[in-house]
């Protein structure tokens, strides 16, 4: 996706994209900086869960892609093998 100007708003001064909600693969590995193969292989790993929208829609949402990144740096578990507590933690 071509960075033109067109749907990029100013973040402290700086431009930055105003990345939609849901995301196509080509989109969300942008997002995540990586390729659409590597998004792909990281998506057969487990390590996130496309949305099947309609059979030929998959999207990937950015709070998604922000917990794939935040895990990925060390700032969360990337799995604690129960689904339950991956998508919405331990309790206090």
Request: proline share 8%; no cysteine; glycine share 14%.
């Amino acid at each position: 996706m071509p960075h033109s100007g067109k749907g990029f708003a100013k973040v402290d001064g700086v431009q930055a994209r105003d990345w939609p909600r849901g995301m196509r693969a080509a989109t969300a590995a942008d997002y995540v900086g990586v390729s659409v193969s590597t998004l792909r292989a990281i998506v057969r790993k487990g390590g996130l869960k496309p949305i099947r929208l309609t059979p030929g829609r998959i999207v990937y949402l950015r709070e998604d892609l922000d917990s794939y990144l935040d895990r990925a740096a060390g700032r969360g578990p990337l799995s604690t093998g129960n689904e339950w507590l991956d998508a919405f933690g331990a309790p206090p």
